[in-house]
Nanobody
């Protein structure tokens, strides 16, 4: 199983980025797919999660700015990030959960002030 994340980069505060994660190498649908973020010197934390039925949850700091979506048929998950703030800076990791947990390699998001 592989999860490949893309879409990170450098953006000014107030800008937008869209992260994508494509999962391959298996033939099941993840119960949950999510994005985690690890800021420099901090622990990895959940940013947004979506169940296979489409129920989404967000950490408080991104509510109203970020939107998670997924395509079960394509085994992809996306994170639309708007109104980015410097505190959104970090490495973003894609996550898939089907009993076992799978992580993708991170993609760097840097928001300049």
């Amino acid at each position: 199983v592989q999860l490949q994340a893309s879409g990170g980069g450098l953006v000014e505060a107030g800008g937008s980025l869209r992260l994508s994660c494509a999962a391959s190498g298996f033939n099941f649908v993840f119960d949950r797919m999510a994005w985690y973020r690890q800021a420099p010197g901090k622990q990895r934390q959940l940013v947004a999660l979506m169940t296979h039925s489409g129920i989404a949850t967000y950490t408080d700091s991104v509510k109203g700015r970020f939107t998670i979506s997924r395509d079960n048929a394509e085994n992809t998950v996306h994170l639309q990030m708007n109104s980015l703030k410097p505190e959104d800076t970090g490495v973003y990791y894609c996550y898939g959960d089907q009993g076992l947990v799978y992580w993708g390699k991170g993609t760097q998001v840097t928001v300049s002030s």
